[in-house]
């Protein structure tokens, strides 16, 4: 229908983006000339045609990610695609309505599944039309009698079992902060309960509308749990703990670094917390190209020779670093490396003082 296409007037559209948005890009390329390769060519052609990003994953990466951020409506997700695919076949009155959705979300799904750098947030456009799916599918079967879509009930409550399991066993293998909630066998059991109550459902005459009532509890058990864990899952994503720690006891004048921690996914909240610039050493990530422009990068991106020679020196120092690089650390530094905090996590805050020092 490219009729359709015309009257939303791609034209004018563009013609109006290009107008907003182009001086921002022409003036920050005559400021930096590198900002221009860098930015359309390296991280958007490469990143899509190249591993050069070294985020690969296999054609199937997204589908565990769409089924994980669509739970627990994932129960009802396949009975709705095949719904779906039954009216495309028969050319329901609908049909091109429901077209549309599926096109939408697999063109997306492929678009990013055959790209050279995979994360799981670029797969998040296809949530949506998928959402609508099924939505149209919960209002067209909102009244059926339960036992006509036994197969979603006992999906969902083998679900149920399954997070409660997991989430249980995390308790004796906490492997992740979320099972450092306050109340350890409330979650598993609320969760066992909604489990329970969605069988007895499948097996009564009860009706599609109490099961998205139930998935909806479960869905807002499992924010609010998530909720009340954040605080836990700082050591994982933010820098937050060691920052104040390292506010206490840093001076002015001393020197705060991060070593090979892998810093634009780990401590790029360091400086925010602290106020600080950072040195970082090994590890840039995204602020690779960034760093040769800055006219004192021998100070803030120094080759480790360089840094190594400034930490063993007078200036008092901070390093964050991955706690298995401690003892190699350690050992180019003649010992000189004394751990400051006892934070859960892959990363330490360590200095070239002891403790009581500082």
Request: with cysteine; aromatic share 16%; charged share 20%.
């Amino acid at each position: 229908q490219l009729r359709r296409f015309r009257d939303c007037r791609p034209f004018e559209g563009f013609g109006i983006f290009f107008i907003i948005s182009a001086p921002w890009f022409v003036a920050v390329s005559r400021a930096e000339p590198e900002f221009f390769r860098f930015f359309f060519i390296h991280e958007h052609l490469e990143r899509y045609t190249s591993s050069v990003h070294q985020r690969k994953g296999s054609p199937v990466y997204f589908i565990p990610v769409l089924l994980l951020g669509m739970f627990p409506w994932v129960a009802a997700l396949f009975q709705s695609l095949l719904a779906s695919g039954k009216k495309l076949l028969a050319r329901a009155q609908d049909y091109r309505l429901t077209l549309f959705l599926a096109l939408w979300a697999a063109m997306i799904f492929f678009f990013f599944s055959v790209s050279g750098s995979k994360r799981p947030p670029y797969i998040l456009p296809a949530i949506p039309p998928l959402c609508l799916l099924l939505a149209k599918y919960w209002d067209e079967h909102w009244a059926d009698p339960a036992r006509q879509h036994r197969s979603i009930f006992i999906t969902a409550a083998a679900l149920y079992a399954v997070f409660a399991t997991a989430f249980a066993l995390l308790h004796f293998y906490p492997i992740l902060p979320l099972a450092q909630h306050p109340k350890p066998g409330l979650v598993p059991v609320l969760i066992l309960a909604l489990a329970l109550g969605d069988l007895f459902m499948a097996w009564h005459r009860n009706t599609m509308r109490l099961l998205f009532r139930n998935l909806a509890a479960f869905g807002g058990l499992f924010i609010l749990v998530a909720l009340d864990s954040a605080s836990a899952m700082d050591p994982l994503f933010s820098r937050k703990a060691q920052a104040e720690v390292l506010n206490r006891l840093a001076a002015p004048g001393d020197v705060v670094s991060t070593y090979h921690a892998d810093y634009d996914r780990n401590c790029q909240s360091l400086s925010f917390y602290t106020a600080r610039r950072v040195v970082i050493v090994g590890d840039e990530g995204e602020l690779k190209a960034g760093s040769k422009l800055v006219p004192d990068t021998d100070i803030y991106f120094p080759y480790d020779e360089p840094y190594l020679k400034r930490y063993t020196g007078s200036e008092r120092f901070f390093v964050i670093i991955n706690k298995r690089r401690l003892r190699k650390l350690s050992e180019l530094t003649q010992g000189r490396v004394y751990q400051l905090d006892n934070t859960p996590g892959p990363l330490a805050l360590a200095g070239n003082r002891p403790p009581a020092s500082y």
